[in-house]
């Protein structure tokens, strides 16, 4: 499998994928919305695009459709369960169900509900396990549930399946947030030395070439995979002082994910 991700360089700070058979040069196109950008880069590789999936509706994820359909001739894929809202959706995908690009690529359908109700990841079995998380999970960070989704969801999406993925798992989410969750990470808990560690060594980085993390790093440095650190407990009672003594982790990540709303 081949991966390309594109930069979008716009002002939602869109990552868009291109992941291509090595055999057959056939090529899928992920959340494209600067399909220029996708286009050029898979000419430039010599790939065929010939599917675009949206992971969901939103029109920063979309919006390439129609206009990368007309220069390819490919067929959209979606979740069933979005594909009203997208429109011209040729494939509906249910959990489970698997995407195959070429004669060797097979992608995994996850239903990840939560920064919508309608979400998809993809994720590539093997011994270096890929995830396309969308809006779901950010490097450091979690998907806001602010248009169209819901919280309790994405922390059973977050403890129910992304956490049970291998930690060798590579991340590759729809934006670029990584600086800003970061800082969200150390706001809560201070003494976290990877995160410190891995703020400090993107300072200066063109966002283009942003890291890409592991499940295991995740867990390392994104808060929302840290419910029961009494670190991030204590600061997150400072702003919830009826948080209960001894909270579960649906309530933290529940108080965690209202403060990065406001944050």
Known sequence: MLIERVWAANDYRNFHYLVACPESGEALAIDPLDWRRCLAAARTRGYEITQILNTHEHRDHTGGNEP???ATGARVLAHAGAAARIGHVDVGLTRGDVVRVGRTVELECLDTPGHTLAHLCLYARGDSPVLFSGDTLFNAGAGNCQHGGHP????????QQLARLPDTTRVYPGHEYLGRNLAFTLDREPGNEAAATLQQAIARQDPASAPVTTLGEE???????????PVIIARLREAFPDLADEPSPREVFLRLRELRNRW
């Open 219 to 229: 867990k390392r440095i994104n808060t929302f995979f840290r419910l029961r650190n």
């Open 152 to 159: 309790e969801l994405l922390y059973e999406t977050f403890t």
């Open 68 to 70: 990368l359909r007309a």
